[in-house]
């Protein structure tokens, strides 16, 4: 006689499984392959018709009642399995905040957006030029011919085999080399957008300097102003309001003394005042400190040589143009002592001068 599983046995069990994992076990141990269920099935064929056809119908009820309790099972025990992992994966708002680290903005990064809010806010657009600029324009065309003098103070990286950069086949412009200043860009925008013009042009430039006041590599920003009846007295205005509202002292000192640049006639140099403070730079003469000037700025009436480059009528416009230090600015702003420090990616530098994003 073939022994049939205890029908309210084998249901309890079921409902005992507390995983699907052990449900699936039970599953295989009555109804897989040699499942104890369906071995009763398979054996019942040698047993005598009538005993047959009891057995198999018992069995078979069995069977059917056991299948529809694992699939019941099943789809309870999903439904928890499912519960247990959100009740995991919710988010407790009670943890404290996380310690993280934020980046600061570059001192450099905070200048260039303050001095680009001042002169646009007064109507100027602004262009960039490129880095990488041809001996023409950064020389010839700013009043600097072949055997001028100036040109070795302005000592620069030059592109070796220039053959290979596109548009190199104009001989005319000379040599490809990293710009020294940002003044060829006057030349790009007269060509560009002619009289009248306002234009600012703050970018990277390159000269062969490495001390605590220059660096190879370093920021300034042009800005070119063409219009009618334009005189040295507008561009004192201009220098002075921009001082002023960049460094938040509306009676700030500043010295303007007559220098030489090519490109300009007369020419200026601008020079502020400064002081070291417990070794943070200081703007302003102080009375007890020893004061000094830093010059930040070149400028000047621009040249009828240079106008003519840019195919201006030098008989209609007049212009003036300055070229701001944008580290320097930053140095007398910021306090940043020594120029080298920029550039050297120190993360505790720049913890201790640059500035929150969002502030
Ligand atoms: N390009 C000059 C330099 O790098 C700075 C300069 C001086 C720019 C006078 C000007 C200017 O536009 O008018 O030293």
Redesign the pocket.
């Known amino acids: 006689m073939l022994a049939i599983p205890d029908s309210d046995k084998v249901l309890y069990d079921i409902d005992g499984c507390k995983d699907l994992a052990a449900l699936e076990s039970l599953r295989v141990a009555l109804l897989g392959k040699s499942g104890s269920i369906t071995k009763i099935l398979q054996q019942a064929g040698a047993l005598s018709p009538e005993e047959r056809k009891k057995i198999s119908q018992t069995a078979n009820n069995l069977k059917n009642t056991v299948s529809d309790a694992i699939a019941k099972r099943r789809v309870i025990l999903k439904d928890e399995e499912i519960s247990d992992r959100l009740m995991l994966e919710s988010v407790d708002i009670t943890l404290p905040e996380l310690q993280q680290k934020f980046g600061q903005l570059h001192p450099l990064t905070k200048v260039f957006q303050e001095v680009t809010d001042i002169f646009t806010a007064q109507g100027f657009a602004v262009a960039s030029g490129q880095d990488l600029e041809r001996e023409y324009f950064n020389f010839t065309a700013?009043n600097m011919p072949e055997s001028h003098p100036a040109r070795q103070?302005?000592d620069t990286f030059y592109i070796k085999d220039d053959k290979r950069i596109v548009g190199a086949s104009d001989e005319k412009l000379g040599k490809y080399l990293l710009r020294?200043?940002?003044?060829p860009v006057?030349i790009h925008s007269m060509l560009r957008w002619g009289a009248p013009l306002r234009v600012l042009v703050p970018g990277r430039?390159f000269r062969c300097d490495y001390d605590a006041t220059h660096s190879p590599m370093f920021h300034?920003a042009?800005?070119?102003v063409l219009d009618k009846g334009i005189s040295f007295a507008h561009l004192k205005g201009c220098i002075t309001d921009f001082c002023r509202k960049f460094f938040e002292i509306s009676t700030l000192p500043m010295r303007i003394r007559p220098?030489y640049?090519p490109?300009?006639e007369p020419?200026?140099?601008i020079d502020i005042p400064y002081h070291i403070k417990d070794k943070r730079i200081v703007i302003g003469q102080s009375k007890t400190e020893e004061n000094k000037w830093l010059e930040i700025?070149?400028?000047?009436?621009?040249h009828p040589e240079v106008l003519r480059h840019g195919k201006i009528d030098a008989e209609q416009y007049q212009g003036?143009?300055?070229?701001w230090?944008l580290d320097r600015l930053a140095i007398l702003k910021y306090g940043a002592p020594d120029i080298r420090g920029f550039f050297e990616a120190d993360v505790d530098w720049i913890e201790r001068y640059g500035f929150s994003a969002f502030a």
């Open positions: 700013l103070m302005h020294t200043h940002t003044s006057q430039t300034q042009e800005v070119l220098g640049f490109f300009t020419s200026a140099e700025a070149g400028c000047g009436m621009v003036f143009a300055m070229g230090g």
